[in-house]
């Protein structure tokens, strides 16, 4: 079974900072493409950021550029999202996702461009 993993979520305070990690199984996915996206209550599923299949590149959402940033181990298999400068709008549900298409060059910003997803991790930021 393949399986997508989120862990690191939490309660933070306004100007803190969290690691999310995000750990495949069932499949490996270091040479896949990634990424991070959240979810807001009432709101939708919305692109956080995204790394290459070999760590060539990297793209974030402007929201969050400059305070969010993607990385991975491809050892591991793991890919992390570390979080700094929390705000308030930073709550939500987040989500690791990875691209499984022959296609694998480039950056990805689209919900439909990613084929598996983990089920999620709560990230509560209190004012």
């Known amino acids: 079974q393949v399986r997508l993993v989120e862990s690191g979520g939490g309660l933070a305070q306004a100007g803190g900072s969290l690691k999310l990690s995000c750990a495949a199984s069932g499949r490996t996915f270091s040479s896949s493409p990634m990424g991070w996206f959240r979810q807001a209550p009432g709101k939708e599923r919305e692109f956080v950021a995204a790394?290459?299949?070999?760590?060539?590149?990297?793209d974030v959402a402007e929201s969050v550029r400059g305070r969010f940033t993607i990385s991975r181990d491809h050892a591991k298999d793991v890919v992390f999202l570390e979080m700094n400068s929390l705000t308030p709008e930073d709550t939500a549900v987040y989500y690791c996702?990875?691209?499984?298409?022959?296609?694998?060059?480039?950056?990805?910003?689209?919900?439909?461009?990613?084929?598996?997803w983990g089920q999620g991790t709560q990230v509560t930021v209190s004012s």
């Open positions: 996702a990875a691209r499984w298409t022959p296609d694998r060059r480039g950056l990805f910003r689209s919900v439909d461009d990613y084929t598996y």
């Open positions: 790394i290459t299949w070999n760590s060539g590149g990297t």
